[in-house]
């Protein structure tokens, strides 16, 4: 069974860094395609960005492109999801998901395409 573990969230001011992690186990990392979502308290939970499983293809929400950058460590079993530029609307939980289909752009920027999912973590920006 995949067990998918996210850290690095936190409290930052606006401009500034973070750099999520999710920690994948049980299976074999480099079979999946992965996806960052996130959601707010009453919102649906919406796609961030998704990397297939070489690392080699990307995707991106309009919202993130050019301040988020998905990428992956398939020896070390590891997502990551560096975010710059942080705004006060990117508050929400993130969460790391994880698929073991073809990887294609649409698909995996949809929620229900994806088998397994971690807990979250929280991101915080201050105004």
């Known amino acids: 069974q995949v067990q998918l573990v996210e850290s690095g969230g936190g409290l930052v001011q606006a401009g500034e860094s973070l750099r999520l992690s999710c920690a994948f186990s049980?299976?074999?990392?480099?079979?999946?395609?992965m996806g960052w979502f996130r959601q707010v308290p009453g919102k649906e939970r919406e796609f961030v960005a998704a990397?297939?499983?070489?690392?080699?293809?990307?995707n991106y929400a309009d919202s993130v492109k050019g301040r988020f950058t998905i990428s992956r460590d398939n020896a070390k079993s590891t997502l990551f999801l560096q975010m710059n530029s942080l705004k006060p609307e990117d508050t929400a939980v993130y969460y790391c998901?994880?698929?073991?289909?073809?990887?294609?752009?649409?698909?995996?920027?949809?929620?229900?395409?994806?088998?397994?999912w971690g807990q979250g973590t929280q991101v915080t920006v201050s105004s």
């Open positions: 998901a994880a698929d073991r289909t073809y990887f294609s752009a649409r698909a995996f920027a949809m929620v229900d395409h994806y088998d397994y």
């Open positions: 049980g299976r074999t990392f480099s079979a999946y395609g």
């Open positions: 990397i297939s499983q070489s690392g080699v293809t990307t």
